[in-house]
């Protein structure tokens, strides 16, 4: 009956090859608005909302559909070529991805995460397809307690996973967790650490710190370093797609990045940012002692977070069918575009208008396929870019860089807070500080603060709410097994020092 | 095909009049000149929240009404003031046009910062959306009665997942909490997404998120609409009684309505007031909205600036007991 359902949303795309061409305009749309810095997926779904307004609901779904899930690939393509992160869901993209292309592997870095997109789209819609209903079972255990020890979780990874320069590491994460603690307290309402100023209440957001602290950190960097000596150039472009040992070799980690990406998308209101950043530290944790170094272009750094967010889309679409509430910001959108055509998502959806069920699977489907064949064929061209002149480069990361933190939130405040960061970036980049951790710490922070403190609230001030739900405990558990691992080999590599 | 058949063609004939007026405008009077350019509507929440549909909704209805295109502009941040603010101080000709709700008489007295309420000129009254009451169906509850009863028998029983304070389900428990003159539980969450997911893992059992987000969790069985704070029931949940049906005098709303800074020249004011009102009687958007489950409540520029009074005289009362007024203390 499913396989009916879903054969027939595909059935309209073929009884209507208008409607083919454009889906394939919309993909070709949702790719460049997601590598457009500033139009993150979900603006580009609410520029688009109200032309949706006037067409029959399977096809305004199938749209937006087709640009939401464009745009997630979209957002990776300026985070590998220039630095800067087009949505929040490809934040984490650019730590691998854009040493790769600047070591001359731009296309293959573009490639890795293409084909994790797709893997993990395709996954993600499978899980949606077959286990909605118990994903959105086991993402219901995940309450209040859970989420503070998984971003705990979090911070712990992050802490171990920077070998050798730990302290550095913490520091930097440090420093993000109390950019978190900048503007409305979660739990009370009252404005905290605004210096009396309505500018910091609205606290430091993810998207300006990150493109501040890659893209014009970058910027600063390369103009240091033009004062000593000409640059170094950009080797030359080199092979466009990832070999099939490399591939191999990147498979595992296109598994964990969809199942963390669908679970993660499938908890209401958890977020791409999130699902990323764990997928992100658990595949560098899992890599720890081997040969290969996250940060400095290693291919998993990139496939991971693609995988984690093409799925989420998937992941993210269950609670709104099987509950009828956002699964992130990007759903909220969908869900408003349904009940602008009358139909209220939710679990009586499956009865009422099983059609609506089926052009949403079937459209995110296509939409992931749509997307591998837009962007192979477009990949040759979007490589291009990594020829134009070093200094042409850097004025248009500036420039992007400026649009993009201005353009998230409407505001000329993130643009300041985007230059000052983006001065501090480098600051820190001279003094062998990481930058990345400080990123984890901006969005886990208040992750774990809210949930914390929420689990204590509703458990009257009880810290055994932590052990006694058996989620949360395997969480602990999971902890105590990272920090203990890591002390472990130190032990053992004391008679050698 | 007609996909694109109402938006094309309104767009197609909004374009030409625009062309049509912008030939003639030379000669018209100086009040017809206006608006001669883009309207930009400011949003203060983000993207796909109810303010932004709603906003979106009327801003495609008010562009062929002012030959003109509506921008809308999303600026969210710190609790819906950032928005406000940024419409209150934009310069006053008319051109740029803020969204607000409940929460800006909440920030008034609960953040210096913030625009107050009776600081800007309200514009017109769009939607309201009343506050009800849900509880999860494993809590044995089965309607308002039940939950006072529980509420007064087991005070640690009921836990009250709502958007945190100043938020309008929280002014909603607080006011609940006084109207049935008994305490419970409120818990914070960020916003009415994460509030329906707790009462839906059984996190939370109760909530006062608004009745249009909790009619699909409701289809599904687990969680009951017990009680809505309207006037009357509401259209989309019509077995659910009002309050005042179940014997307990509550009325309460969040709404969105459109302002504009103050000093606006009145000829610009009306204009747009009427021109919203206009739209508030177009068959067309009053379908639309009718099947987004919007309850359209059409109030100009004084019968909206009536309401934001009334709303005031409740909300104050609530955050003053609740220790949350730290600005413009009454």
């Known amino acids: 009956m499913l396989l009916d359902v879903v054969l027939q949303s595909f059935d309209i795309f073929f009884q209507n090859p208008v409607l083919f061409g454009v889906a394939v305009v919309a993909v070709a749309v949702g790719i460049v608005l997601g590598a457009l810095p500033g139009v993150s997926s979900t603006m580009a779904l609410a520029i688009l909302l109200p032309l949706t307004f006037g067409m029959e609901p399977e096809v305004a779904i199938m749209l937006l559909l087709m640009v939401l899930v464009a745009s997630v690939f979209g957002g990776s393509v300026s985070a590998i070529l220039l630095n800067i992160p087009g949505t929040p869901g490809a934040i984490v993209t650019q730590f691998d991805g854009y040493p790769m292309a600047q070591q001359g592997k731009a296309g293959r870095a573009l490639g890795h995460a293409l084909i994790a997109s797709t893997v993990g789209g395709v996954l993600g819609v499978f899980a949606l397809m077959l286990i909605a209903p118990l994903i959105a079972k086991s993402a219901m255990n995940f309450r209040s307690p859970e989420f503070a020890l998984l971003a705990l979780f979090g911070l712990v990874l992050l802490a171990y996973a920077a070998n050798g320069t730990m302290l550095a590491g913490l520091l930097s994460g440090a420093i993000g967790l109390i950019f978190g603690m900048v503007g409305f307290d979660t739990v009370t309402g009252v404005a905290r650490f605004d210096f009396g100023t309505a500018v910091l209440q609205n606290g430091i957001h993810i998207i300006p710190v990150t493109i501040g602290i890659f893209g014009i950190t970058e910027v600063l960097g390369t103009l240091a370093a033009s004062r000593s000596g000409p640059l170094p150039k950009v080797p030359p472009i080199g092979k466009l797609f990832p070999t099939v040992a490399d591939l191999a070799r990147v498979a595992p980690t296109w598994v964990r990045g969809s199942v963390i990406g669908t679970f993660i998308g499938a908890i209401p209101a958890a977020g791409s940012a999130i699902a990323v950043a764990v997928a992100y530290t658990v595949e560098q944790r899992l890599s720890r002692g081997t040969k290969y170094i996250f940060g400095k272009g290693e291919p998993r750094g990139v496939a991971a977070p693609e995988a984690a967010n093409s799925a989420l889309t998937g992941g993210a679409t269950i609670p709104m069918i099987t509950l009828g509430i956002p699964g992130d910001p990007m759903t909220a959108i969908l869900i408003g575009a349904l009940i602008i055509h009358g139909l209220q998502p939710g679990p009586m959806m499956f009865t009422e208008n099983p059609e609506i069920i089926g052009a949403i699977y079937g459209s995110i489907m296509l939409a992931v396929l749509l997307t591998f064949a837009v962007g192979m064929v477009c990949l040759r061209g979007i490589v291009q870019v990594m020829k134009l002149p070093t200094h042409v480069m850097m004025v248009l990361i500036t420039l992007l860089c400026m649009v993009g933190a201005f353009a998230i939130r409407n505001s000329i405040s993130d643009l300041v807070m985007m230059l000052v960061l983006g001065g501090m970036g480098y600051v820190m980049t001279v003094l062998r500080i990481p930058v990345a951790p400080l990123v984890f710490g901006l969005i886990l922070g208040p992750l774990m603060e809210e949930n914390m403190r929420r689990s204590l609230i509703i458990s009257r001030g009880s810290w055994s709410v932590f052990l006694e739900r058996p989620v949360s405990l395997a969480i602990i558990a999971l902890i105590i097994l990272v920090i203990g691992s890591s002390l472990w080999p130190r032990k053992k590599r004391k008679p050698d020092a | ?330």
Not at chain 2, 234 to 250: Q, Y
């Open chain 2, 1 to 330: 095909m007609n996909i694109f058949r109402r938006s094309m063609i309104k767009h197609t004939a909004a374009g030409l009049c625009a062309a049509v007026l912008g030939t003639f405008s030379g000669t018209a009077l100086l009040a017809q000149d206006f608006p001669d350019k883009p309207i930009n509507v400011v949003v203060a929440w983000p993207a796909g929240g109810a303010h932004d549909t709603v906003a979106r909704l009327v801003g495609d209805y008010l562009s062929n009404e002012l030959s003109q295109p509506v921008v809308i502009s999303n600026q969210p941040g710190a609790a819906g003031t950032t928005g406000v603010r940024a419409a209150a101080n934009a310069d006053p000709d008319g051109y740029t046009v803020g969204v607000m709700g409940l929460h800006v008489i909440a920030q008034t007295y609960m953040n210096e910062n913030a625009t107050p309420w009776n600081a800007i000129k309200p514009l017109a009254l769009i939607e309201k959306s009343p506050a009800s009451l849900s509880v999860r169906t494993d809590s044995g509850i089965e309607d308002l009665a039940g939950f006072i009863d529980k509420a007064k028998n087991e005070p640690d029983f009921i836990l009250n997942s709502n958007d945190g304070p100043g938020g309008f389900a929280n002014i909603s428990a607080l006011l609940t909490q006084k109207a049935i003159g008994t305490q419970f539980a409120t818990i914070p969450y960020q916003g009415y997404a994460p509030a329906v997911a707790a009462i839906a893992s059984g996190e939370t059992n109760a909530t006062t998120i608004p009745t249009a987000l909790m009619i699909g969790l409701a289809g599904g069985g687990e969680v009951k609409i017990i009680a809505v704070a309207g006037d009357e029931r509401h259209f989309r949940a019509p077995d659910v009684p009002t309050f005042k049906e179940s014997g307990v005098d509550f009325v309460f709303s969040d709404f969105v309505g459109f302002f504009l800074p103050q000093g606006v020249p009145q000829d610009r004011v009306e204009i747009l007031e009427s021109a919203l009102m206009n739209v508030m009687k177009d068959e067309d958007f009053l379908a639309a909205t009718q099947k987004a489950g919007l309850i359209i409540s059409p109030g100009d520029s004084e019968a909206f600036g009536a309401f934001l009074a009334e709303q005031d005289e409740k909300v104050y009362p609530v955050l003053d007991d609740g220790g949350l007024v730290t600005a413009n203390a009454k």
